[in-house]
């Protein structure tokens, strides 16, 4: 972030001190255009977020619909005393399912514990432990359409960007992860 800010002031103090341009643009001396519109990328969030070992896969919209979880960690995940939550409905993973994923593989969770998962909206909240307000709990988010409840925790858990949901395509009945889990545009 801070080389963002040096080179956009540099590019900023170039134009300035350029020879007087003739346009949007001004080549400041050096034969560099200078922008004059700000960039309009998203603001993800910051890139010293360590990833959790278990991260959230697949929201499938049909029927209840289900969530995929993946353990990307390099030793067995155990998930007692997590909870996955939606908009204040919440299931005790560790009390509903065996609660350890092998490395490597991944366990789906049927969404009727948090009252189903709807392309419309909502979110999906992986929590290590039953304080859902902590950002610390915080192990896995996304949220897409209308969105949820928790996305302020997500943010300050470094692991959301604020104002930001994923629109599900119509043509498909879920949303899946290709890449970073904190960057909605990896979201599809």
Not at 64 to 69: K, P, W
Not at 128 to 139: H, I, K, P, T
Not at 154 to 173: Q, R
Request: with cysteine; proline share 7%.
């Amino acid at each position: 972030m801070r080389r963002v800010l040096v080179t956009l002031v540099a590019v900023l103090l170039v134009g300035a001190c350029g020879s007087g341009g003739d346009g949007p643009t001004d080549t400041g001396g050096a034969g560099a255009t200078v922008p004059t519109d700000p960039p309009t990328t998203v603001t993800n969030p910051p890139d010293t977020v360590e990833l959790a070992t278990v991260q959230i896969s697949v929201v499938d919209f049909e029927g209840d619909g289900f969530v995929r979880l993946v353990n990307v960690g390099d030793s067995d995940a155990d998930l007692t005393g997590h909870w996955m939550v939606q908009q204040g409905k919440a299931v005790d993973l560790g009390a509903e399912i065996d609660p350890v994923i092998p490395v490597g593989d991944s366990l789906d969770i049927s969404g009727v514990g948090v009252g189903g998962v709807s392309a419309e909206g909502g979110e999906i909240a992986l929590f290590a432990g039953g304080d859902w307000d902590n950002a610390e709990s915080l192990v896995a988010f996304v949220q897409w359409g209308s969105g949820g409840t928790h996305e302020a925790v997500a943010v300050d858990a470094g692991l959301w960007p604020e104002g930001v949901t994923v629109e599900p395509d119509p043509n498909y009945s879920s949303i899946e992860l290709f890449g970073d889990p904190a960057n909605p545009e990896s979201w599809s």
